[in-house]
Each structure stands twice: as structure tokens, then as C-alpha cells.
């Protein structure tokens, strides 16, 4: 059965026998008895072995170095095994420092000898290791990755990936069912010569012997919990990612993570290999998992660069021919631009700048390159995400006007800006783009006709207005008259309505107001699409405890005139919003106009217009042909008119409309200031609504006898609403009004609301607005319209 797992121990996890112990847990604990293991030295071992090539060839004594270092090694062998094991690894690195002493003492070292030199290290980790793992009575074996790793020199060892596959699975059938302790970081030549894999290496170790094994996951130990979205040391709410993509991964290697190195990830391309990043230090914590694919929503990154070398130059060939070569040596620019006239900049860490430089002289005279300048002055910023596209435009309103444009692939989007601005753009990035996003909770109530539309819009929209907002807007909650449903994880909208019908309970408003105040929301938005009056007198409440409200219920903003001022004023001494635009015209437009009027500096002199739907119908099929109650009936029929026609008929909805209306433009009216004639006599008005059906056609009469007088006139009869202030006179009424044959309210499409405004910028030409001013989707639209409204007025402030 094939190994599953792989574990690198770097050294910073084996800094001391309390350490040791630590990883030995882990393997005991989370591993599985055939794990392989990879270790680098101990520690600081491999700077110590350093040290001591340095001091050899300055001519200066390293004796007694050497002695610190076997001191140090042989006191990690007699704090964790036993006598009989500790004095087989005694006598080893007995043997080990004499080894030593002949190579230090040698006068001349080539590049072999010294690599073997600095390899000791991580070969007495992982005796060390394998003997730990036998004193804790299991399995377990080292290896030397000379004997399995075979690799063609170069500046970075080659491998020579079919022998060194044949040779570890070789290796693993001769340890069957037996933990193995490889040595990290180093290889060898055909002739078994010693060959350092260079920085980061023995996590290229680990990932390399992870895919000629076909090890399912490797896992990184290391002394972080993983890769953030940032960097913790100078973000503070730097959050840990779970899991992103291996092209991810590799790009925000490229760009400088302090956690990951590209060097690393490449053995797990084209691979079903996964990497885990995890810390060694509290192995039950969460950790970072690196897969093939992510099947996650991506998470943003910011990481940045203090330093960058940048290159500019001119070129006289095709300037991806020559990005494309630079690539195929290993030389992809972190980031690059491309000015006029042949000009090219390109951006690298300083680690590629003798390399880099190396390359544009050998291949000047190919490219035709020409004016070629480094320049040091620039640090690097960037964001690393599958959707890097979906924050390009917030990343570009931060830059400053000395910062390179945005450089931008697929997987992320990066700009230089000088040394002093890194770290302030990296924290504005992260706060705009990757940090905690901020969450807006709705409660819809009203779950009848508009609120269905309402959902069935929001659930097309959400996802789009959650990237173009960088928030998260979720329903909450679905509250009716009876019954309520409150979900902190939110309503799922593809079957809000079984959900409700399942979840939802009785209600009265202390347990409503309660259950809102647990929702863990930034901000939470009431959508009240009811016409309860009930409701309405909680508004007080809701914006007592931080809630903004949408109104398509009418009855708040014509409400009384202290209850009104009463809720502006909690507006104004909080950040509170409380917008209204469908109480009054539905989808039109018509306190935007008003408000956008007032703004530009102009004065609003007279609304009017006709508010409803039904009496638009009404009094457009009404030419005398048939009574006005049979269009009434007909109407009712449509479900046109409410179920009593009288609620339409009586004004009094036209009366709140146009009290409204007043209100935008800064008169304090109350509902009696607008005088309102209604089609229907008091003594039908009193009955029941059978009984008022029983007798519709007495209305026929009075309003044939009022067809007939506008006719007269050559005019037509409408039923209007009207406010005018022209001259210091207020004129303010509901009713029914002749109107000439060209006048805008006389040519509606039936069920039209028209509104016309005069103001002083617009006198002899009013403004005119006219569309559906009633209906489900309509109305569900300016809810919405408003609803992201207070959205974007949310996350600007």
C-alpha cells in the first residue's frame, strides 16, 4: 500500500532536545508508521558549519569552534537517548569530527569537500531523529539523500528525476512499514559526490522525494501556523489562510512570502501532491493547505518586498520575445512595464540582480538592448488571488502619484512605489482588499408578492454587488405579521420560502428586536415592505439600536409631523439612513430628481402628477362608453384596485404620496393640510364592501355628469394630485381636475404614474417623470435601489 505522508522538520523546529521531543510527538500523534520524515540541521548548525569554512580560510583558528559545535550536538544525544542508543551516536559523531578536523585542515578545499562539510548537519539530525523515534518503541530508520537523490551540477543541482524515482522506490521497499529520517538540503552527483540544493533546500527535499514517492500530502513544519493573508509581524489582523491553489502558492512565492519559496512548489506541479503549512510549535491549531486546485473561494493576499531591483532599458526587438526568453533562463520578472518607443522596465528581488545584469549584457547585441540603468529606489507591493481582476480598481485608488501603474496576470495584481510608502500601501491594500470584509445583514419585512420579487432580484445580484461593494450583504432574516426567521449564517435564497415555512415562530417586537441584537453583522438594513401601521411605530426602535430602514411602506414619511422630525432627528444625531424613494412612485426616479434639484442649488416650486396606477387605469379607459363602476369591477377583477376599490378611490393614498413629496422639498406639512376630493360619497364610504359593491353604480352619475363637463371644455378628466407654492400661496390638493387633450397626465399608458415638477431652473419646460409607478418587480427594484444605496454610504464612511 502506497506511503501517504511526508513531514520536513526545519531547523528552527530542532533547536533543542525540548524540541526533538515536540516533532517525536507529532510523529507519534499525527502520523502514521510509514511516514517519511526530512529534517535540516539543527538549529543554527549549518551557519556554525559556515563559520567554520570562513575562519579555515581567513587562516584563523576553528578548533574551538568546532568544539562548541560537537558540544552542542553531543549534549542533544544525551538529553533525549537512552546510554545504549546515545553511545552508538556518540561514537558516529566521534568519527564525524574527526571526518571534519582532516577536511578543515586540508589547504585547499574543492566545491565537493565543502559541501560535505556543510552537510553534516542535517545528516546528525537525522540520526538523531531516527533514534528518538526507536527509544520511543517504533520503527524507524535514517537515510542519507545522497543515496537515493541524484542530480547533473549546475548552479542549482539538476535532478535526474527517473533514476533518483527508481532509487526511492528502492528505498522504500527495503524499509517496509518503518518511519524514514531522510537529510534535507543535499544530493549527489553520479559519482555519489555531495551537492548542496542551495536556499530553502531541504523544503525542496521534502516536496521533491513527496513526488517521486507519490506521497499524498507533505506537510511544511515550520515555527509559523501557515501563510496569511498578509504579513502577522506588521498587519496586525493578518488572517490565516486555509487553503489556496498551488499557482496561488507559486505566485505569491515569487513575489517575496517569507513562508513559501517557489523553489519549493515546483516538484508539485502536474502532480495530485498537497502541501500543508503548519507550526511545529502548536500542532493543533489551524494550518494552510496548498492542493493542486483550491475548491475554495479565493482569499486575497497582500505580501510586499522592501527592496526591488529595477531595470530599465530599451529594446529594439519584440519585447515578449524578449520577456519570453527571460522566462526560459529562469529570469521571470516579478513584475514588468512597457513604456514608448522600445522602453521596458523590469522588476526582480536583489538576490537576481547579478544574474539578471549578467543576461541583458550577453544578450544586448540579440535584443538590440540600449540605456540599460538599475535603480534600487523602489519597494514592491502586490495582491495574489485567483479573482485579482475583481479588486484592481480598489488596489489602483490607493496608488500615489510616484507609484508604478498596476501590473496585473491572471493571479495577481502588483505595483513599485518608493522605499518609505511599502509599508503604509500594504496595510491600506490589506485593509481594502484583503482584510475582514464588512458585513451587512438584511431583514426583509414582508414576505407577500413585492417581497418575493425582492428576493428573487437579490439572489441575481448578490453575488456581483458583494464584489463591486467588497462587503458581504446577506439575508438575515424573513419576518411576516405572524411569524419570524432569524439566521446568523443567513437565508439561503434558492429555498427561502421552505426555510421560513420550517424555521420561522410567533413574534412580538421585544423578541424580534432581541433576536436581531445576536446577529453577528457590522450592520444590519430592515427593508419594511408592509403596510402595517404597527410596524411603522417601531421605526424609533429600530433606529434606537443602530438599524437603517428601506421604506416601500408609506405610512412613516406621511406620518405625523413630530413623528417624522422625531425619526430625522435620530438620523442626524446618528450615522442612521432611512431612505424611501418606493413609498412614492415605485422604480421612478423621483426623490433622486427632487434631491439631486435641491443639491445643483435650484427651488422646487410645484409637484403634481398622478401617483397611482389605478386611478391612471381608470381614468384612461374611462370615455363615457361604459360606466365608471363597471371599469371599477374590471379592475378589481385584474387585481389592479385593492380588494376594496375604496382605498384607491378615496385619494388617501395620492394624499400620503403627495405629503411625501412636500416633505423632500422642505415643507412641514401634516396629512389634513392636503385636501383631498374623493370619487366616492360619504354614505359609500360608510357601508361594508359588500354592501358598497351592492351599490357601485352610484357612482356612475356624478362622474358621467364630470366626463361630460370636462368635454365640454374639450378637456379630459384625470384624478390628480397637486402641490404649488409659486408666490408665497400654498396650494396643496387631491382630486379630480380637467386637463387639456396635450397636457402630459391626459396621454398615459395605462397604469402609468406621471410626476411633473416645477422649479426655477425649470419653469416654462417642466420636468417631467413618467413610468410604472406601481407593480411587484418595480416596486422590488427601488427597494433594492435604495438598499445599495445605503450600502455604498455605509462602506464610504
Known sequence: MARCHLHKFGGSS???????????????????????????????????LYKLLSLRDAGELWQEELQVLISYQQNLIEQLLSAEQARYLRERLSTDKAQLVSLLSLATLNDY??????????????????????????????????????????????????????????????????????????CANPAGETLLLGRNGSDFSATLIASLADIERVTIWTDVEGVFNADPNKINDAKLLKSMSLAEADRLARLGSPVLHSRTLQPLFNTQVSMAVRSSYAPHTDFTLVAPTSSQASAPVVTNLSEVALFSLTTQADTDALLATLSASGLTPLASWQGSRGGLELAYTPENLKQVSAFLKANAEAYGLGDVSISNDFGLVALVSADAVLYRKSFARLLSREAKPLYHDTLSLVTLVPKAQVNLLTQK???????????????????????????????????????????????????SSSRAYINNAGVHLENWKTEFEEYATDWQYGQLFEALSTLNCDELVALDISASASLTLQYPEFFARGIHVVS???????????????LKQQLGNRRLYWRYNASCGAGLPVQHALNDLHNSGDSVEAVGGIFSGTLCWLFEH???????????????GLGITEPDPRDDLSGRDMQRKLLILAREIGLDLELDDIQVESPVPPHLAELTLDEFLARIDELDAPMADALAAAAAEGKVLRYIAALDRAGGQLMARVGLQWVDKAHPYANLTPGDNVFVIRSTFYQGNPLIIRGPGAGREVTAAAVQSDLVQICRDLLQD
Open 113 to 186: 569537500q565543502t559541501s560535505h562539510v556543510v552537510s553534516f548537519g542535517e545528516r546528525w539530525s537525522a540520526r538523531l531523529m531516527a533514534a528518538l523515534l526507536r527509544e520511543s518503541g517504533v520503527a524507524a530508520s535514517h537515510v542519507d539523500a545522497c543515496s537515493i537523490l541524484v542530480a547533473d551540477e549546475g548552479a542549482v543541482p539538476n535532478i535526474r528525476e527517473q533514476e533518483s524515482r527508481e532509487k526511492v522506490a528502492a528505498m522504500l521497499a527495503e524499509h517496509e512499514n518503518e518511519r524514514i529520517v531522510i537529510t534535507g538540503f543535499i
Open 622 to 636: 374611462y370615455d363615457g362608453q361604459r360606466p365608471f363602476s363597471d371599469l371599477v369591477i374590471e379592475a378589481r
Open 14 to 48: 530542532l533547536a533543542d532536545a525540548d524540541c526533538y521531543r515536540r516533532v517525536a510527538h507529532i510523529l507519534l500523534t499525527q502520523g502514521h508508521s510509514d511516514d517519511l520524515v526530512v529534517v535540516s540541521a539543527a538549529g543554527k548548525t549549518t551557519n556554525f
Open 429 to 479: 491594500v490589506h485593509r481594502r482588499c484583503a482584510g475582514p470584509r464588512k458585513r451587512i445583514g438584511v431583514i426583509l419585512l414582508g414576505v407577500g408578492n413585492i417581497g418575493e420579487a425582492w428576493v428573487s432580484l437579490f439572489r441575481r445580484a448578490q453575488s456581483s454587488l458583494c464584489r463591486e461593494l467588497e462587503a458581504r450583504i446577506e439575508l438575515v432574516g424573513l419576518v
Open 552 to 566: 416601500a411602506n408609506k405610512l412613516a414619511g406621511s406620518g405625523p409631523l413630530p413623528f417624522y422630525r422625531d
